[in-house]
Each structure stands twice: as structure tokens, then as C-alpha cells.
């Protein structure tokens, strides 16, 4: 799938898969085409938990970090999305993208995790110690019930694929070492 | 009383489904922020439950780790 139009094909083969498979087919399809120019989206936000909670929690849109942002909007207009906003939607399939950012903020790029898909595509998402420490700083700082909940979740989920040496690190300097360390 | 069929009613939802989600989503995230905080017992239920989604999905080779940041990942 190197071309515009196959990659077209593909999305509209997605209609009748949920929401959630939906979202991450339309990223890897995006990274397909993406990863030539070197650049490499990666998922962030709502869909990194729902990934690593295998869909237990939702969301509404992508949240994509992406080096090139023009390039990204060109090829997703290419691939049928229209501009709305800060989002890009798709009128079909009803899915949203949104690129925050260009770089991965308060985040390490070497703990992104590839994840291969069956179909020979892949997507890359913020690593899971990083979604945690992120929800966990809302959790703490906004007092966010729901971010408790779903970094709690994650950290039960994940505990023996952490890297709690990284996430006790991060969390002494955006201080929430309390709320992470009642979670061991 | 004004009566539809059910292949109307979904005509009529998914002509109008399209411009709706994309307002929606214009409008900000605010909306589906959970307003109330579940119980303790209610959370155990659901931890226990993502647990077990997520070890049936490793169990059946849905989920494998092909090194530290590589995995496998397909869906249900």
C-alpha cells in the first residue's frame, strides 16, 4: 500500500469495523505513507489508553504528534479528510485526527512502543510509562477523578512491563511521587 | 404521531450523522468528561475486568511482545 489511491481502498475497506479499530487502522495507514519522509506520527492522548486498555476506555478523535504538520494535512486531505477546525475529519468513516503538537512533550521518545498490526502495518504510540505519567499529572494537579481511575487501570494492567525507575524519576520532578507510589 | 420505518430511521440519522459529529467535536471535549466519580467497588470490578480482556488477548496470541518496545497487537 505505497499509493494514495491503495490507501484509499484500505479506508474504505474500515467501514464496518469499530470505532477503535477504525482509529488505529486510519493512524498506520497515515504512517504508511508518512514514514518515506521520514516522519513518524505518534499516537498520544485518549487513543493511547484505549489501545493500552485494550478499548476499555474511549475516545472520540486521534491524537497525533507529527513533525511535518503540512505534510500531514496534505496527504490527509489527499486521503479524503477535510480540515474542521483544529481537527481533519472523515464525512464516511467518522473519524476525527488532531496533531497537538509537532514534537513529543514531557515524554521520551525511546520508550515508544511499535505496535505491529495484522496486517503488516504498524503504528508507533507514546510509550505506556509516559500515558501513565501524563494522566497521573491530571489526576494529581487537576484533580481529575476519571485521570485517577484510567492511570490506576493502566499501571494495574501494565506493572510488570514498567520501567518504574523512569516513572519514579519523572514523577519526583512533576510531583506526584505520593499518588504513583500508593499505586505499587 | 408522525411514524418511520427502521431503514428510514437510519437514513435519516447517518444523513445528518456526519455534520453532527464534526460539530461536536469543534465544540470541544468537555462534554464527555465523566461527571461522576465511581464507587470504589465499581473500579475494582472494572480493573479486574480490563485485566482479564487483556490476558484473554495475550492467551489467544492477540497481544505478544516481540521485544521490549515491539508488540503484536490485533484486535478482537
Known amino acids: 500500500m505505497n499509493s494514495i489511491k491503495e490507501a484509499r481502498e484500505k479506508l474504505q475497506s474500515l467501514q464496518t469495523k469499530t470505532s477503535f479499530e477504525k482509529m488505529v487502522q486510519v493512524t498506520a495507514i497515515l504512517t504508511k505513507l508518512l514514514e518515506p519522509h521520514r516522519i513518524r506520527p505518534i499516537i498520544v492522548g485518549g487513543l493511547a489508553v484505549e489501545i493500552y486498555t485494550r478499548g476499555d476506555y474511549t475516545t472520540v478523535d486521534i491524537d497525533l504528534i507529527v513533525s511535518d504538520r503540512e505534510k500531514a494535512g496534505q496527504l490527509l486531505t489527499k486521503l479524503g479528510f477535510t480540515p474542521s477546525g483544529r481537527h481533519w475529519y472523515h464525512d464516511e468513516l467518522f473519524v476525527s485526527v488532531e496533531i497537538p503538537n509537532d514534537v513529543l512533550e514531557d515524554a521520551d521518545d525511546d520508550k515508544v512502543i511499535e505496535l505491529k498490526l495484522e496486517d503488516g502495518l504498524h503504528v ?61 | 404521531m408522525r411514524k418511520m420505518n427502521m431503514s428510514e430511521l437510519n437514513d435519516w440519522i447517518f444523513s445528518r450523522k456526519g455534520h453532527v459529529e464534526r460539530d461536536i467535536l469543534k465544540d470541544g471535549r468537555g462534554q464527555h468528561v465523566r461527571l461522576r466519580p465511581r464507587d470504589k467497588e465499581e473500579m475494582r470490578v472494572l480493573d479486574e475486568l480490563c485485566i482479564k480482556r487483556w490476558k484473554k488477548a495475550e492467551q489467544e496470541g492477540k497481544i505478544r511482545y516481540l521485544n521490549e518496545r515491539v508488540w503484536y497487537y490485533e484486535f478482537d
Do not use: N, P
Open chain 1, 124 to 184: 508507533y504510540v507514546i510509550g505506556i510509562e509516559d500515558i501513565i505519567l501524563d494522566r497521573l499529572r491530571a489526576c494529581v494537579h487537576w484533580k481529575s477523578k476519571s485521570d485517577c481511575e484510567w492511570a490506576k487501570r493502566m499501571v494495574l494492567l501494565h506493572k510488570e512491563r514498567l520501567d518504574w525507575a523512569y516513572m519514579k524519576q519523572v514523577a519526583k520532578k512533576d510531583g506526584t511521587s505520593e499518588q504513583l507510589e500508593q499505586w505499587f
